[in-house]
């Protein structure tokens, strides 16, 4: 599969992967860490692309302990609806509510950036504990997903 470049990060097949970035790859979601020790997570260009348009989310309320594999928001999305399941156990310190507010595609859009979906207080930082992956395994990981799946990425237009 050939990768091409999309500013520093490896797009495989549209997919955007930035390689700074911790992933529960099967989950489809990142995980970035913060350097007052919150970690802030999304859905995966991938998993945008395959959710569709969102129409709607429901957080679950800042100060809510949640466990790993649980879900910190509900997604309704034109292709489908489900839980947003954060692969680490954590507190609940933000959600994106005004974000998704003002644009319900922020997520379609930027996965990566303005469409983050929550911050956590985690109980442990232990990534590689939990199954996430970083860097080159990550992209490693999802060329052989995006591929299995036969996902080819697109973002919602402005």
């Given amino acids: 599969m050939q990768l091409s470049g999309l500013g520093d990060a490896p797009v495989i097949r549209g997919c955007e992967i930035p390689t700074d970035l911790w992933y529960d790859v099967p ?16 859905m995966t260009d991938p998993a945008q692309t395959r959710a569709g348009k969102v129409l709607h989310i429901q957080f679950k309320k800042v100060g809510r302990h949640i466990e790993a594999g649980q879900s910190a928001a509900t997604i309704e999305s ?3 609806a489900g839980p947003f399941p954060t692969p680490i156990a954590g507190t609940v310190v933000a ?64």
């Avoid at 989950?27 to 999304?42: A, K, N």
């Avoid at 959600?95 to 319900?104: C, H, K, L, Q, Y």
């Fill in 95 to 158: 959600v994106n509510a005004d974000g998704f507010g003002a644009d319900t595609l922020i997520a379609n859009r930027d996965p990566y950036g303005g469409g983050w979906m929550v911050r956590l207080e985690p109980d442990t930082w232990e990534p590689e504990a939990v199954g996430l992956v970083t860097g080159v395994l990550a992209v490693e990981q999802y060329e052989e997903r995006i591929e299995q799946l036969g996902v080819s990425c697109l973002r919602c237009a402005d």
């Fill in 78 to 80: 034109a292709k489908w």
């Fill in 27 to 42: 989950r489809d979601v990142w995980l970035r860490p913060e350097d007052d020790g919150t970690v802030v997570l999304g």
